[in-house]
């Protein structure tokens, strides 16, 4: 069984830090890219960051220079460091196995979400 299991969102002020965490079981993604979407109210799901196999990273404009996507293959885990968040920021945000830089591939797996809400 697949599990991508998410946590580190919360509610933070504008300028604050966060780190998501995506814990995966069950799947080996060592070959696979890597992903964080988000998805606000009212609005398309967006590709905020990728990893693909080769240890290469694509960020969305609005958060490049502030997020940092990262993985730990002896954990099984991906992080993304948000850094200077901006009340923008808010959002649910899901981690990803199976992208092809910001677009989620055909066939994959999604975490549950997890919402970062940022306080002007």
């Known amino acids: 069984q697949v599990q991508l299991v998410e946590s580190g969102g919360g509610s933070v002020e504008a300028g604050g830090s966060l780190t998501l965490s995506c814990a995966t079981t069950g799947f080996t993604y060592a070959t696979y890219c890597l992903g964080w979407f988000r998805q606000a109210p009212g609005k398309e799901r967006e590709g905020v960051a990728a990893l693909d196999s080769e240890g290469l990273t694509t960020y969305t404009d609005a958060v490049k220079g502030r997020f940092t996507i990262s993985q730990d293959n002896v954990k099984n885990t991906i992080y993304l460091r948000m850094n200077r968040l901006v009340p923008e920021d808010t959002a649910m945000y899901y981690c990803?196995?199976?992208?092809?830089?910001?677009?989620?591939?055909?066939?994959?797996?999604w975490g549950q979400g997890t919402q970062v809400t940022v306080s002007s």
């Open positions: 990803r196995i199976g992208c092809a830089k910001l677009t989620a591939s055909a066939f994959g797996y």
